[in-house]
């Protein structure tokens, strides 16, 4: 995650720019810049290091200007240098980027073919180097904008500053948050509108796929087809508080939405995305090769990514492993082997049967891993390693970004592992980092389908009981579908491994029963749809969610299909989250349950 922040208007901008970027230091802050546009023309001042470096050299040497943009960096590609820092700039365009550019090596080669060459190791320079090309081959500031981003795979979120045009900020968003702030004669943006209160709090939040046209009067948005679409303008409350719903209408709805950025964040601490390798940056007290077991604990959703985890493990690293709810494991005594590795999993790091099952392990002599959000919590603070989901704040009490961050970091321990234990080859390494660099941008396009679902939500909100089913690495996720149905619609639902079906619960499948069924295109998916033509044929009413592919094998006769964007099968679980959280999140919003603060739930269980 990095931050952005714009500015034009009729004031000097650079001490401003400084300020808003210091309400977004907690996005990244290893290196920081910002570029003007003045009577010198287009001027940056870059610095390494926290936000203060930066000052400190403004105040050496200015920069004038009433039009700017600025960034805070958390690095991604290229270390975390004055060069690598943003604004990339050429002699004819600034631009600053939050996000990954998957396909940033092919771009690259295309411009160097034509002799535009980087000036950085960064994914943004092949933008900044995109536009100017399209410039300088005549193109309007705005034409050259609309010609790259079609180009562009991945994420952003991107603010673009023209020499010669001090009345023009040009501002894009895929994946990446952005919000405009309308003032006196000044327009703002910012990452979040907490970037930009000190400003104003009238804000037009950005939404996927929009890019904007800025000048001192006016806001311009179009879609990703360059058509003018009408975004809302409303009072931000920011100012009071850093946790902000945006234009959501719940903090859950808004941390569904922003795990394409969330997921982009976490992977950028465990992949090296200029080689595409993972590279763990903790240090390790055990050696992957050399372990002789895993055990993997925790409770509630954390729980389901650690199921999702073993599957994974187990096919990638063949590395035993057990999993339990840490409240059954903490009491069970179980004999943990020698040399073995015990990895909690705790969103809070204070849920207190997680903290005992840790405990336990450590006094069995185990090395302790914890996979966790808050880093300065106890869970982090006890154990032998810490492993971050950089996710941010979850306030919804209903996990989903979390989640999804969780499985990201347990997919990249995998590769690690897997790669230590001589399992996984480079090359098969490599293509599991390739998938997970690019399900970001497919978390995006997976949220695009948010209205069919909704329209979806609206039958099993009618529903008094719902069935989910999956097979393998999607039966955690069938698990967490009903998990999350529940908690937040009070509607009784069961997850299911597909296969167990036939051993029971398809005796309760009827013409009032919908049963959501998980199964992307894999090796068990024709399975799966076998079990889910058991239940049609009893008059079940079937939810699919799956990809084209199995669209197609589905045949006729299932009417309600969430068709997903086809991944590699490895990532396809933290892609499935998506649908199941929207499901869940809009069935209860027809229900009318204070979505985000569920009866009888707590966000951090520290009581048994
Ligand atoms: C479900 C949910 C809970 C938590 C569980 C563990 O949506 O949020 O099931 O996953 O209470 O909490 P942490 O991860 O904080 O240990």
Known sequence: MCGIVGIIGVEPVANRLVEALRRLEYRGYDSAGIATLSAVGLDRRRAEGKLNNLASRLENDPLDGLIGIGHTRWATHGGATESNAHPHSTDKVAVVHNGIIENFKDLLEDLERDGYLPASQTDTESIALWVTRELDRGASPREAVAATLPRLRGTFGLAFLFAGDEKLLIAARQGSPLAIGHGQ???????????????????????????????????????????????????????????????????????????????????????????????????????????????????????????????????????????????????????????????VISQSGETADTLAALRYSAREGQ??????????????????????????????????????????????????????????????????????????????????????????ARQLARASDVLYLGRGQMFPLALEGALKLKEISYIHAEGYAAGELKHGPIALVNEEMPVVVVAPSDELMEKTLSNMHEVAARGGKIILITDAEGVAEAGDGISDIIEMPRVHPFVAPILASIPVQLLAYHTAVFMGTDVDQPRNLAKSVTVE
């Open 185 to 343: 004669e000044e327009m703002y943006l910012g990452s979040d509108a907490f970037a930009l209160a000190p400003f104003t709090k009238q804000i037009t939040y950005l939404e996927e796929g929009d890019w904007a046209v800025i000048t001192p009067q006016k806001v311009e948005i179009l879609d990703f087809d360059g058509r003018p679409v009408e975004r809302i303008r409303q009072v931000s409350s920011a100012s009071a508080a850093l946790a902000d719903k945006g234009n959501h209408r719940h903090f859950m709805a808004k941390e569904i939405a922003e795990q394409p950025e969330t997921v982009s964040h976490t992977l950028a601490h465990y992949i090296d995305l200029s080689n595409e390798t993972v590279s763990l940056r903790e240090s390790l007290p055990f050696d992957f090769a050399e372990l002789s077991r895993l055990t993997i604990t925790a409770c509630g959703t954390a729980y389901y990514a650690g199921l999702v985890a073993k599957y994974w493990f187990e096919r990638y690293a063949r590395l035993a492993v057990d999993v339990d709810v840490a409240s059954e494991f903490r009491y069970r005594e179980p004999p943990l082997a020698e040399n073995g590795l015990t990895l």
């Open 367 to 456: 090395h302790i891993a914890a996979l966790v959000n808050v880093q300065e919590s106890t869970i982090a603070r006890e154990s032998h390693v810490v492993f971050p989901t950089l996710c941010g704040p979850e306030i919804g009490v209903a996990s989903t970004k979390a989640f999804t961050a969780q499985l990201t970091a347990l997919a990249s321990l995998v590769i690690a592992a897997g790669e230590a234990r001589g399992v996984l080859s480079a090359s098969r390494a490599h293509e599991l980092v390739r998938a997970l660099i690019e399900l970001p941008s497919a978390i995006s396009e997976a949220l695009r389908h948010e209205k069919s679902i909704e329209g979806l």
